[in-house]
Nanobody, 123 residues
């Protein structure tokens, strides 16, 4: 099995910073892409930032220039550095991972979600 462990959420004042991390562990052959999504109350889950298999990154327009996604491949960990936080960034942030597992002699793709971590931006 595979586990995703998220950390780093919390309460911060507007203009402040937080760093989220998500570590994947377990039966993993390779990790193809890692990303962060968020869901605010009453809204749909949306992409925040994603690091693709080729090293390409993409961000939601609302966070460009403020958030930075990075990966530590040796640790199977993805980070989200969030600066200049705004109240509208308040949401539950979820880690998402596309990976390959070696199951019964075959390499199979899987997608996993983390448990979510609350980020609240408020004065």
């Amino acid at each position: 099995q595979v586990q995703l462990v998220e950390s780093g959420g919390g309460l911060v004042q507007p203009g402040g910073s937080l760093r989220l991390s998500c570590a994947a562990s377990g039966s993993i052959f390779s990790i193809n892409a890692m990303g962060w999504y968020r869901q605010a109350p009453g809204k749909q889950r949306e992409l925040v930032a994603r690091w693709g298999s080729g090293g390409n990154t993409n961000y939601a327009d609302s966070v460009k220039g403020r958030f930075t996604i990075s990966r530590d491949n040796a640790k199977n960990t993805v980070y989200l550095q969030m600066n200049s936080l705004k109240p509208e960034d308040t949401a539950v942030y979820y880690c998402n991972v596309d990976l390959t597992r070696y199951v019964l002699g075959s390499r199979l793709p899987y997608n996993y979600w983390g448990q979510g971590t609350q980020v609240t931006v408020s004065s």
